[in-house]
């Protein structure tokens, strides 16, 4: 979508240019709008790369957002597009209409690529999700400013303290209807396809934040990087079930571990 929009304006431009500068005078000057057109869309994609390494250095990590950053959230939305273009993605969706539209929640998925944020906040930008990520991926420089920037958090599991306060920062967020979080509960993406184990503290943050549990369902993200070239790369997204808050905050964390993982895993095929 992005990428179609640079096109259209610099194709805009293009022609304004051969009809101001008249610079097309025979077939053989079409090439004079096309390199134009081509460099156009170039050159918007370089604006805006140097507009949000702009906007990053304005970002302070050392503490918590006391409220979301819009043009973060634009940002963002912007590279999934443009990245899922690029890759040749086609989205196929289902369960959509039973996320929750009046309130946050916490959405839970397997991790299958380091695609998958990417492609859930194209698809799902209208819904404000923020990730709960490694550390790793916030300390990219431009890319972890601007993610923090639209409420994305790290989280440690190697350290209790730092991952309880990623837990309360994260339900506040929620609470103070900043954003709806998203988190893998396998901790890590899966190298061979296999759902892996799942963390059940990651559900704290929807009992925290008294919300309720979005469970969902990914693939074919995992082939992307292996077929880049093709024109088209299929993945989908089935959106399983919501847990309501009310249960989520009288169930066992490892009881919505456990229903989560199986749901997620019958829905794979496993």
Not at 128 to 155: E, H, M, Q, R, W
């Amino acid at each position: 979508m992005v990428l179609l929009i640079f096109f259209i304006v610099s194709a805009a431009a293009s022609v304004l240019y051969a009809i101001l500068s008249s610079g097309v005078t025979g077939v053989a000057d079409i090439w004079k709008p096309v390199v134009f057109c081509i460099c156009g869309v170039i050159g918007l994609v370089v604006l805006y790369l140097l507009i949000a390494a702009i906007v990053s250095l304005f970002i302070d990590m050392s503490r918590p957002l006391k409220k979301k950053l819009g043009i973060c959230r634009l940002f963002c939305w912007m590279a999934g597009s443009i990245v899922c273009t690029v890759t040749g993605i086609r989205p196929h969706l289902s369960g959509l209409e039973k996320i929750p539209t009046d309130k946050r929640f916490l959405l839970v998925s397997n991790h299958r690529s380091g695609y998958d944020p990417m492609f859930m906040l194209n698809v799902l930008r209208k819904y404000d999700i923020a990730f709960v990520s490694k550390a790793s991926n916030l300390k990219i420089p431009v890319i972890g400013s601007i993610a923090y920037g639209t409420g994305c958090l790290i989280l440690d599991r190697e350290n209790n303290r730092e991952a309880l306060k990623t837990i309360i920062a994260a339900s506040e967020y929620m609470l103070n209807d900043m954003c709806s979080m998203c988190i893998f509960p396998e901790g890590t993406r899966s190298k061979t396809g296999d759902l892996g184990p799942f963390h059940a503290g990651s559900f704290k943050v929807a009992q925290k934040a008294k919300a309720p549990v979005v469970i969902a369902s990914i693939r074919g993200t995992e082939s992307v990087k292996k077929s880049l070239f093709k024109r088209v790369n299929d993945v989908y997204l089935d959106i399983l079930d919501v847990i309501p808050a009310e249960k989520v905050c009288s169930s066992k964390t490892v009881e919505l571990s456990e229903y989560s993982r199986d749901l997620i895993l019958k829905n794979l095929g496993h």
